[in-house]
């Protein structure tokens, strides 16, 4: 069960590499625009974040701050899914996204990955 969970945590950091990597692509190379590869890195480290929100049959018992942990890291993940979702609706409209929304997109990407790795 331990291996399981080791992948899905692995696939997890896929999915934020791939939100991440595909923003820094965008700022510092190309237009400052939002991209489809942004959305499904989103939704690769969202799906297997709560499938790691799972009890995987572990012999200790969350205690509050793995719940609180949980709610704020979707809260920011659904934050970053309205900026996505938001700025590639401008874009469809032929505007471009706003510099405050984008630079917000990746700190926020930043922040979930640090809360991940420095919050036990």
């Known amino acids: ?29 190309g237009k400052r625009q939002f991209t489809q590869l942004m959305n499904i890195g989103l939704a690769i480290a969202g799906v297997a974040g709560l499938a790691l929100a799972a009890p995987w049959g572990i012999d200790w018992t ?27 609706g401008r874009q469809k409209r032929g505007e471009t996204v706003p510099g405050g929304m984008f630079w917000t997109v990746g700190i926020l990407a930043l922040l979930n990955a640090g809360l991940g790795f420095f919050w036990h």
Not at 5 to 18: D, N
Not at 67 to 77: C, E, F
């Open 1 to 29: 069960m331990q291996t399981l969970r080791e992948i899905v945590v692995f696939i997890h950091l896929i999915g934020f590499a791939t939100l991440f990597g595909a923003w820094l692509a965008q700022a510092f190379g």
């Open 62 to 88: 969350p205690g509050m701050s793995f719940y609180i942990k949980i709610t704020v890291k979707l809260v920011v993940l659904i934050i970053i899914g309205a900026l996505l979702g938001i700025g590639m």
